[in-house]
C-alpha cells in the first residue's frame, strides 16, 4: 500500500496543489495550527471530504510521522455523472451504468471494473465514502480496465439516483429481498444497475428509490454469490438484450 498513500500535513498540500486525484483523506480528530488549516481550505476549494478520525486508525497506514493526515492518491482520475450522463445521451448512446454502494474488498471493486469494461457499461458510480480504495491492488485485478472506465465519485448516492430517474434512466437495485427474476427486466432502456455492499448489501435510501428490485435464481443451498459473480451475471443478461436492440 505504500505506493497508494502520502502523508504529512505539506506533502498532502504540495501533492493537491499539483493536480493529483485524491480518492480518500483521514484527518485527526481536534488537529490544530495553520498547516491544517492551509489544507482544510484546499480540501474546501476542491470538494474534497475528509474523514475525521483517531490517531489510533492513522497510526494502522503508517508508524512514521504521518502530522495527524494521511491521503489516498489514485492514478484513475474521477468524474460526476451530472457532466458525464449529458455526454452519453449526445453521442447517441443509450445509457449503460453500474452503480456500487459501498463495495468495501479491493479485488471484488477490481473484479467488477474490469466485467462493466467488458460488457460495455458506460460509468461506474461510487459513493465518496465507504467504498473501497481505488489503489494498484484494484488496479491490478482489474487488469487495467480502471484506466478504460469513467469513474463518478458521489456524494449521495440517493440524490444520485434522483437525478438519473429525472434524466430518464431506469435504476434496478439487485437484492435478494426482489420478487422479480434479473432476466425479465428491461435492459435495452436507459439504465443502471445497482450492485451493494458484500455483507449488508444495498443501503435502505437507494432500494426505497430505486424503480425496481432483481435478482439471481439460487437453486442450491448456498443462498448467497461473490458480488462480482453475482454483477458479472447481471451486466452480461444486459449487454445480450442490448446486443439485440
Not at 504540495?14 to 485524491?22: H, L, M, Q, R, Y
Not at 489514485?74 to 443509450?94: A, Q, R, Y
Not at 469494461?117 to 458506460?122: I, L, M, R, S, Y
Amino acid at each position: 500500500m505504500k505506493d497508494d498513500f502520502i502523508f504529512g500535513l505539506r506533502p498532502v498540500i504540495e501533492a493537491i496543489d499539483a493536480g493529483k486525484t485524491v480518492d480518500k483523506v483521514f484527518l485527526q480528530n481536534g488537529l490544530q495550527g495553520d498547516l491544517y488549516y492551509e489544507l482544510k481550505d484546499l480540501l474546501a476549494k476542491y470538494k474534497i471530504r475528509p474523514n475525521f478520525v483517531p490517531v489510533e486508525k492513522l497510526n494502522r497506514f503508517t508508524r512514521k510521522n504521518h502530522q495527524g493526515v494521511v491521503a489516498f492518491i489514485s492514478d484513475v482520475p474521477f468524474h460526476s455523472i451530472e457532466n458525464i450522463l449529458p455526454e452519453i445521451f449526445e453521442s447517441g448512446k443509450t445509457p449503460f451504468l453500474l452503480i456500487l454502494d459501498r463495495l468495501t474488498d479491493v479485488r471484488n471493486f477490481g473484479a467488477i471494473c474490469r466485467t462493466a469494461e467488458c460488457a460495455g457499461v458506460d460509468a461506474i458510480i461510487i459513493p465518496e465514502k465507504g467504498g473501497a480504495p481505488m489503489n494498484s491492488d484494484a488496479i491490478k485485478t482489474s487488469a487495467g480496465a480502471m484506466y478504460n472506465i469513467t469513474i463518478c465519485k458521489e456524494k449521495n448516492l440517493g440524490h444520485t439516483v434522483d437525478f438519473l430517474q429525472q434524466s430518464g434512466v431506469q435504476v434496478f437495485s439487485a437484492t435478494e429481498k426482489a420478487q422479480k427474476l434479473y432476466y425479465d427486466v428491461d435492459f435495452t432502456q436507459p439504465c443502471a444497475i445497482v450492485m451493494g455492499n458484500e455483507e449488508t448489501g444495498i443501503s435502505k435510501e437507494v432500494l426505497h428509490h430505486s424503480d425496481e428490485k432483481i435478482k439471481l435464481p439460487m437453486e442450491g443451498k448456498t443462498q448467497s454469490l461473490n458480488v462480482s459473480v453475482a454483477c458479472g451475471a447481471i451486466l452480461y443478461e444486459a449487454t445480450r438484450q442490448r446486443l439485440k436492440m
